[in-house]
């Protein structure tokens, strides 16, 4: 591997695994052959999500809030608001759903590995 250097306007973003995001590939699963993903991930304007309860199958996932804010519940800790500067290191398989978010929530999300399965689940309690 070599040093990768991307620009902000070198690739788009496209709709993915959810309705209301939109996501930008910042080519690190590709350079580490799918062992580590990395996404700026964006509201869509006017979309809402559907606080569905669900896990994630996979070894690390951290979050940075770059620009708006975004309400999370996870079965451990209960309701938090991340604004921009926030990051949430999230443990593997804990449940959680997003409340809602502002029109402008921009993030990044690590995880490894760069593919892995999402899992709805009934709530804590």
Do not use: N
């Amino acid at each position: 591997m070599t040093t990768q250097v991307r620009h902000a306007d070198a690739a788009g973003f496209e709709r993915g695994l959810r309705a209301f995001f939109e996501y930008r590939d910042l080519g690190v699963q590709g350079e580490t052959g799918g062992a580590f993903g990395a996404h700026v991930i964006r509201a869509v304007a006017g979309e809402h999500p559907e606080p569905k309860w669900h896990c994630h199958r996979l070894d690390f996932q951290f979050v940075v809030v770059l620009k708006g804010w975004v309400r999370f519940e996870y079965e451990d800790i209960g309701e938090v608001l991340l604004q921009a500067g926030s990051t949430v290191l999230q443990p593997p398989m804990v449940k959680h759903r997003e409340v809602e978010h502002s029109d402008d929530l921009e993030l990044i999300e690590i995880t490894a590995p760069a593919e892995f399965e999402t899992m709805l689940v009934e709530g804590p309690g």
